[in-house]
């Protein structure tokens, strides 16, 4: 079955450093979202990526879908306190309407 | 902003007996989602339930697992003999018509505990 792998499991920054996290699918994507779950809350819906190459910007979040429709990112930058929590890829194969989510990469950022 | 709203927020259960998880999802959605997060881990996809009937479900929706939507807002899913491995956070999901391409709103969640 359709797998996503996510990297790094976790990530410790101080604010103001920039942070990255990838997301890798077993099969081709007929699209991507990304949803960010704080501590102790639920997945809450970021952004979804559809087109191969696209890059989607939100204030200082940037998500990029890769050319093969394999791959995505999500790169914060000048990371601040309220960006903690964990980063979710979720995968929708061609074909499937099940979202497969990835691992998830948890984000701490430090004062 | 309408939201998706779980009961009950925590559930203590003794291992074997039934349990049933609620959901009143966003009123105009129409498709709907269960999904499971044990402690620490990842979101999976449990089952999607649309017009009525399961559209997809996952190897971990066995038996043991069932849903239905009772009446026009609420959306149950039932455990009917809990195991341990059934303690996790269970999310309810849904989302607007055309789902593939549709976000998913989430509510906050029932913590499950079999004990």
């Known amino acids: 079955g359709q797998q996503v792998m996510q990297i790094p499991q976790y990530q410790h920054v101080q604010e103001g450093e920039d942070f990255t996290t990838y997301c890798n699918s077993s099969?081709?994507?007929?699209?991507i979202q990304w949803y960010k779950q704080r501590p102790g809350g639920h997945p809450v819906f970021l952004i979804q990526?559809?087109?191969?190459?696209e890059v989607k910007k939100q204030k200082r979040l940037t998500f990029q879908f890769g050319e093969a429709k394999k791959n995505s990112s999500l790169h914060i930058t000048a990371t601040q306190t309220t960006d903690v929590g964990t980063y979710f890829c979720a995968g929708r194969g061609s074909g499937y309407s099940t979202l497969t989510f990835g691992k998830g990469t948890m984000l701490l950022v430090s004062p | 902003e309408p939201e998706v709203t779980q009961t009950p927020s925590h559930q203590v259960t003794q291992m074997g007996q039934e349990v049933i998880l609620r959901c009143v999802p966003i009123?105009?959605?129409?498709?709907f989602y269960w999904y499971r997060q044990i402690l620490g881990q990842k979101v999976e996809f449990l089952v999607s339930f649309y017009n009525n009937e399961i559209s997809e479900k996952s190897e971990i929706f066995d038996d043991q697992f069932s849903v239905e939507r009772p009446d026009g807002s609420n959306f149950t899913l039932k455990i009917r003999s809990t195991k341990l491995e059934d303690s996790a956070m269970y999310f309810c999901a849904s989302s607007e018509a055309s789902y593939s391409n549709q976000p998913q709103h989430f509510g906050d969640g029932t913590r499950l505990s079999i004990l």
């Open positions: 990526l559809v087109k191969s190459g």
């Open positions: 009123s105009n959605h129409l498709y």
């Open positions: 099969t081709t994507l007929s699209n």
